[in-house]
């Protein structure tokens, strides 16, 4: 399953990127693409040989932080990893930039048997090649001459030093490039030596100072100390504060009450609001005011409304048995009306009701929104003074916890100045390089063979891309045309054989097995008895080779008519060798009339198929006969023969094509590999759709099998070597 699935990825992406016709350029070219390089990589490897070689010293150092002083267990624990280690890379990063200084690089050459040495190492430096020469020294004016001589020890360290951290440690490497492997590493050790001496100095300068400063600091800390005790002292006692915080939460209870109590009030204020504008709608109407929930709740109405049903039964039964003057229908009536008017005063003291009730509710949101406001008034007061008072806090805060940084600081400053010495650690000393780190001969050579060999391939890439040549039958996807068939080239033809008569004579090839691919989807795809029609482009392309090997192939199934309508240069005949035999009249005689068909067909030798030739040359069919008058014609030897075969001239130079093309069932075209141009297919195409041709298939002609088979698309060429050896 995996290696389908990886077979399967294989071909979306030969699809997608179209792999073989890349393939395909590289074949063609592959003597140029291969060869080529190798000249540039000649080239690379001379050029390498030139390069004056760099060594390289190295050097490993250790620089660490002074180490801190733990007075506290919880520092020891404390989460503040991150903090230190971005604290350390800086730290590492500020050495790293004291190394490269001037400063540093500077006092080294304040030794003079230092700079003595070093400059008698640099001249020993090799030269390259053009430098060597005299050529360039003619051009040269005699101040460069001069300013050669002069050398800038510290400017060639800076350029040449090389100082970069260890990821996520203490560890620096320090490089320095020479063309002298000696200067290389008596450099390096000369800077190391030079970084240590100063920071050695630095760091006694830095606790004298420190030692001073602590002391001035101290005295200005105890007066700033005094000060702002004093100020948090008088702040209480103004305020009458103790603890802001209880008050506080006091209050925020009060504001969360008051507003629930806001809520609710105005939720309850909606309701009756809502009630009485629906009340206000009924106008007095009974029915409409029990439809307010609120008052058909209440016990009075409902006991009413129960009393009216009861009445209402009663009156419908009493009138069944009396009529309406009857006195005890009178009285039931009379009871109703009191009922109803019952209801109705009932129905107005609860709308009363309701309307002082909204009045009150009314009120004691007003009430309740101003106590809300008084108590975040009160509670923003607190806040204010809450604020100012932890300012003062914090300032005493503050300086108690800076004089004990600074008592803590100068207890170490004492400590320390007592000795000093260096945190850096020398874990690897200056090397002597027995070899140089470039040039890379072999890198350089390969990289200029690679490169030259993407150029050059990505240059031919580009020609035969915008060649616009048909190459390989993807290239004419984008037209939807189906191709039918591919006919390999035939590069080599045996004495005694002809490639217009291939079918017959040679079987077993490659070619012949291509016409026989074509002939059975021909006969799938088209029935019998229709006329099939070959033409390409332009002349050269194959066009009558393949009608007549199509023919030779379909007269092994049915009797076949190939019918040479080129008027203009007829060569069917000229193919077979048979031009001499040929009548003396043919297809251009017949449509125009006065000949017997008859006698305008041969058989060709040595086949079975019957060919009706040209006849006398003509400037314009169309001048001959109509389309219809053809198709009639056509119609005639369909009924004689079972396929019939129309070859026709090239359709981009003549109109004939596209005149006969009309009057034909089928229509094929023949593309040749490396010689056809796609826009030339596509305006072929155009002009047969003007004329309502529909192109039924595409040919492709004399393809390079040997190049394309590689991606398995033409593998039958040696099942048929394979073949001719059981036979």
Not at 29 to 58: C, D, E, K, M
Not at 119 to 127: C, F, Q
Not at 436 to 461: C, E, Q, R
Not at 472 to 487: F, G, H, K, R
Request: charged share 25%; with cysteine; glycine share 4%.
């Amino acid at each position: 399953m995996e290696n389908k699935s990886l077979l399967n990825k294989l071909e979306s992406i030969n699809e997608q990127l179209n792999l073989t016709h890349y393939w395909i350029i590289f074949l063609k070219y592959r003597r140029i693409v291969l060869l080529a390089p190798i000249f540039f990589g000649v080239l690379g490897f001379f050029i390498a040989l030139n390069i004056n070689p760099i060594f390289q010293s190295q050097a490993t150092l250790v620089i660490e932080e002074s180490t801190k002083n733990i007075v506290n267990i919880e520092e020891v624990y404390s989460g503040d990893g991150g903090r230190n280690a971005f604290r350390n890379i800086n730290y590492i990063n500020n050495q790293i930039q004291i190394i490269e200084s001037d400063e540093v690089l500077g006092n080294i050459f304040l030794d003079e048997k230092i700079k003595v040495k070093a400059e008698a190492l640099y001249r020993k430096l090799a030269e390259n090649f053009l430098i060597r020469s005299q050529i360039l020294n003619f051009f040269k004016s005699e101040k460069a001459k001069n300013n050669e001589q002069k050398i800038d020890l510290k400017k060639y360290i800076k350029n040449n030093l090389t100082v970069s951290q260890v990821r996520n440690s203490d560890v620096v490497n320090i490089l320095v490039t020479s063309g002298n492997p000696e200067l290389a590493k008596f450099l390096l050790e000369q800077v190391i030596d030079s970084y240590l001496k100063y920071d050695v100095d630095t760091k006694v300068r830095v606790t004298n100072y420190a030692n001073a400063q602590i002391n001035l600091r101290l005295s200005k800390l105890l007066d700033q100390m005094e000060i702002a005790e004093q100020k948090l002292l008088n702040y209480k006692k103004e305020n009458n504060l103790i603890d802001i915080g209880d008050i506080k939460e006091l209050k925020i209870d009060q504001i969360k009450s008051v507003s629930k109590r806001i809520i609710d009030a105005n939720r309850e204020l909606q309701k009756k609001q809502n009630d009485l504008t629906a009340i206000k709608l009924a106008d007095g109407n009974v029915e409409e005011l029990l439809a307010i929930a609120d008052l058909r709740s209440k016990k009075e109405v409902d006991a009413i409304r129960t009393n009216i049903n009861v009445t209402n039964d009663n009156i419908e039964a009493l009138q069944i048995i009396y009529k309406d003057e009857h006195p005890k229908v009178k009285k039931v009536l009379k009871t109703k009306i009191n009922l109803d008017n019952r209801l109705k005063e009932i129905l107005d003291e609860n709308i009363a009701a309701a309307a002082y009730e909204l009045a009150n509710l009314k009120g004691f949101i007003t009430i309740s929104e101003e106590e809300l406001n008084k108590a975040k008034f009160d509670l923003q007061d607190l806040e204010e003074k809450d604020v100012a008072l932890q300012q003062f806090v914090r300032e005493v805060e503050t300086n108690n916890k800076i004089y004990e940084t600074f008592l803590q600081r100068m207890k170490e400053t004492n400590e320390v100045k007592e000795l000093q010495s260096s945190n850096v650690r020398i874990i690897q000393n200056a090397l002597l390089p027995l070899s140089p780190i470039s040039p890379n001969i072999f890198k350089i050579t390969m990289l200029f063979y690679i490169l030259s060999f993407g150029a050059i391939f990505i240059l031919l890439v580009y020609f035969e891309f915008n060649s616009n040549t048909v190459i390989e039958p993807s290239n004419l996807d984008e037209l939807n045309i189906p191709v039918l068939a591919t006919l390999p080239s035939v590069k080599k033809i045996d004495k005694g054989y002809h490639l217009s008569q291939m079918f017959i004579e040679d079987v077993d090839s490659e070619f012949s097995e291509s016409i026989r691919t074509l002939r059975t989807l021909l006969v799938a795809k088209f029935q019998k008895n229709k006329t099939i029609l070959l033409s390409s482009t332009y002349s050269g392309e194959g066009k009558t080779t393949i009608s007549l090997n199509t023919a030779l192939a379909f007269s092994k199934i049915g009797k076949v008519l190939l019918v040479e309508t080129d008027i203009r240069r007829p060569s069917v005949l000229t193919k077979t060798t048979q031009g001499d035999e040929a009548p003396k009249v043919g297809f251009s005689d017949l449509i125009q009339g006065g000949v017997n068909m008859s006698d305008c067909i041969m058989k060709l030798p040595g086949s079975e198929i019957e060919v009706m030739t040209s006849g006398t040359r003509r400037s314009d069919l169309t001048d001959l006969t109509t389309t219809k008058k053809l198709k009639t014609f056509f119609d005639v030897l369909k009924q004689n023969y079972d396929y019939v075969i129309i070859d026709t001239p090239p359709i981009q130079p003549v109109t004939d094509t596209l005149f006969i093309s009309q009057a034909t069932d089928h229509n094929l075209i023949i593309v040749r590999a490396n010689v056809t141009k796609l826009v030339g297919i596509k305006s072929v195409i155009k002009k047969l759709d003007n004329v309502g041709v529909k192109v039924d298939g595409l040919v492709l002609n004399d393809l390079d099998t040997s190049k394309a088979s590689y991606y398995g698309y033409y593998q039958y060429g040696g099942y048929s070597n394979k073949y001719k050896s059981y036979s």
